[in-house]
Structures are given as C-alpha cells and as structure tokens.
C-alpha cells in the first residue's frame, strides 16, 4: 500500500545531536582531541578577554568553528552561519543547542580576529601535536616541506596603481563595476589590492595565469601526516623562508632528513638545512644554471630523484 505524501513538521524532536551523529562519524575523534587541548587554553583566554562586562562569545565554540571552516572548506563566514543554521553536524561539533541562536557573522569575524591575533590558533596546532607526540604517533626523523598559492579573498579588481593613477572603474553597475586591466602592466611593485593590501600577485607555474594569492607551506612528518604550517606573503623565496622558520622549530637532538622538490635546490637553502643538522633530500634541477647543489654527499644513494 502506497503511503501518504504527509509533511506536517513535528513540534518537538525526542532525539538529541549527540544521538543523531553516527559513532563512527570522523568529527567525533577530531571533537575529542580538541575539547581537551581547549581546556588547557583556558588560562590563554582568560588574557585576551576582560572579567567585566557583557559575556562575549564562547572561544571555545568560536574555535570549533573556525575548524569547520577549513575542514569543509566554507568559503565565508555568511555561508558557514547559514550551515549551523540547519546542519545538525556542525551544530554538534560547535556546542550550539538546538534552538541556541547563530551569530551573526560580522560578529564571528570580529571575535575570530581577537583569537587569531592573540596567536591562540597557533597554540591549539601546538596543543594537538602535543597529543600526538604523546600517543608516539609521530617520529622525529624524516620530513617533507612543500608549498602551494592560497587564493586571496580579493578579486583581479581591486588590484589598483598604489599612486592612485588607475582608470576609474565603469559606474553603470555600481555593485560590480567593469575593470578593463587588459593590456596594462600590472605588478606588485606598482598595484596592491584595495581589499586585501597583504595578497600578492602570483601564479604557480609559467603555464598558470596570476591570481592574488598567499604562499600556503606545510611540512609533515613522512609516517604519519602534518607537524607544522606556515603562511607567507608570495615571493620567489617564501616556500624556502618557510621551510627554514618550520625546520628551525623541531626541537631536535639528532639529525634528521628533509625531503623537498626542485624549486628549494638553490645552494643557499641546501648549505642552511645542514647548518641547521638537516640532510637535504631535494630533488635535483640540473638544468638549473650552475646545477644542482646537491651533491654526493647525498646522490650516491641509489634511485635519487634528478629534474
């Protein structure tokens, strides 16, 4: 027998968040490591926050959004106000009750930046790796840097002369004005985004095109996955600057290999690495003018890569 097509919406729910998150859900181990290493962050927030006044927004649930956000790549924080609105998963992960009502987001961002610039973000990546140094999951031998563009939040349009000097835009849409940049020659030098001044102009490769950009790097332990993350303003020499800052942050007793592509083959960044007790396992770019600086010290081991 066919059943009705029936959709009078329930006034009350008997099941919880909490019931409603599968067991084996991935987020549920994220949660846990993160609820502990907030409670030891407590003391940090206190700093940063006065004891008088109207109660502000909970960091901890500020935080745990901020990690919804780049786990599932939200592009804004309109649209991640919008999906604790009615997504139950991201409620529960947060610490929002089912009718608790959702910041506005002008408000998240506002109180985000206090903890970004208070560096809390930063100590809640130390507070993790911490317990995972504790559960031996990582060793501290063998590395890998690489870096890659993170696309600005600034469009090609507001990349402008500094001097003020560029044409004004098409005022017949005042909300997406007509920008004509073709044929001008546009560089960091000369233009800077007006949204966005930090972004810089860069692309990948010779074959990408330019994009306001950021030079994300990471570095990871070869066993088990990432140890250290850096951000840098775009230049010829930020995934090298960040591989040192990075490498410079291990605490270590013993020497240790550092694996990298050919872009980080320059003798300045091979000749750092082993004052920093690092052996550079970086593929060689021998068509490099000058060749590699990589030498047999490493190459005489079988298979090494060569570009």
């Known amino acids: 027998m066919r059943g009705n097509?029936?959709?009078?919406?329930?006034?009350?729910?008997?099941?919880?968040?909490?019931?409603?998150?599968?067991?084996?859900?991935?987020?549920?181990?994220?949660?846990e490591m993160i609820d502990a290493a907030l409670v030891k962050l407590s003391p940090a927030f206190d700093k940063i926050y006065s004891s008088t006044g109207r109660p502000s927004v909970a960091p901890e649930k500020l935080l745990r959004a901020l990690l919804l956000q780049v786990l599932y790549s939200v592009r804004s924080e309109r649209m991640l106000m919008e999906q604790l609105q009615y997504n139950l998963?991201?409620?529960?992960?947060?610490?929002?009750?089912?009718?608790?009502?959702?910041?506005?987001?002008?408000?998240?961002?506002?109180?985000?930046d206090r903890l970004l610039e208070g560096d809390i973000a930063q100590a809640l990546f130390q507070e993790v790796l911490g317990q995972a140094r504790t559960a031996d999951l990582l060793s501290d031998e063998h590395f890998s840097v690489d870096g890659t563009l993170i696309e600005a939040w600034a469009s090609q349009k507001s990349f402008r002369r500094k001097d003020g000097s560029s044409a004004p835009?098409?005022?017949?849409?005042?909300?997406?004005?007509?920008?004509n940049f073709h044929g001008e020659n546009r560089s960091n030098q000369t233009h800077e985004s007006s949204t966005d001044p930090d972004a810089r102009l860069a692309r990948k490769s010779g074959s990408h095109e330019a994009k306001l950009a950021y030079c994300g790097n990471v570095m990871i332990e070869n066993r088990n996955g990432l140890v250290d993350a850096e951000l840098l303003k775009c230049s010829g020499m930020a995934e090298r600057d960040a591989a040192r800052m990075?490498?410079?942050?291990?605490?270590?007793?013993?020497?240790?290999?550092?694996g990298a592509d050919k872009g980080y083959d320059t003798k300045d960044f091979v000749k750092d690495l082993r004052q920093m007790n690092a052996t550079p396992h970086v593929a060689q770019n021998v068509k490099r003018p000058g060749g590699s600086a990589i030498d047999g010290r490493t190459t005489r081991h079988a298979g090494y890569p060569m570009s």
Not at 23 to 28: F, N, Q, S
Not at 169 to 179: E, K
């Open 246 to 258: 990075m490498i410079g942050s291990l605490e270590q007793d013993k020497p240790i290999t550092v």
């Open 89 to 112: 998963l991201f409620r529960w992960f947060v610490g929002l009750d089912m009718d608790e009502e959702v910041w506005v987001a002008t408000v998240y961002s506002k109180n985000r």
């Open 5 to 31: 097509d029936y959709q009078q919406s329930s006034a009350f729910s008997y099941l919880s968040a909490e019931e409603r998150v599968p067991a084996g859900h991935p987020l549920r181990p994220v949660r």
């Open 169 to 179: 835009p098409d005022d017949s849409d005042p909300g997406n004005p007509t920008v």
